[in-house]
C-alpha cells in the first residue's frame, strides 16, 4: 500500500469515522429526549450515508480499487471538510 493510501485510511479509521459515530449518537439522543428539530432526521440520514461513504473508501482501498491520484483527492477534500470544521 502507497504511502498516501496509507494516510487517507489512518485519516479515515482514527479520525472521520469515529468522529461521525460519535456525532450520529449525539443526534440520537436527542430524537431520544424529544429534543430534535425539524432537520435532525435529515441530518441523521446524511450522517449515515456519509459513514457509508466512508466504509466504502476503506474497502476500495483494501481491495486495492482506487488509485493514488483518486486518494490524494479524496484525502484532500477530507482535509478540507476537517479545516472548515475546525473554523467554525
Do not use: C, G, W
Not at 11 to 32: A, W
Request: no cysteine.
Amino acid at each position: 500500500m502507497s504511502e498516501i493510501k496509507k494516510e487517507l485510511y489512518e485519516l479515515v479509521t482514527n479520525t472521520m469515522i469515529p468522529e461521525v459515530e460519535s456525532y450520529i449518537e449525539d443526534l440520537h439522543k436527542l430524537i431520544e429526549n424529544n429534543e430534535q428539530t425539524d432537520e435532525t432526521l435529515e441530518e441523521v440520514r446524511d450522517m449515515e450515508s456519509f459513514l457509508v461513504e466512508l466504509q466504502n473508501i476503506l474497502l476500495a482501498i483494501d481491495e486495492n480499487k482506487i488509485d493514488d491520484e483518486q486518494s490524494k483527492e479524496i484525502l484532500v477534500k477530507i482535509e478540507t471538510m476537517i479545516n472548515e470544521h475546525s473554523e467554525h
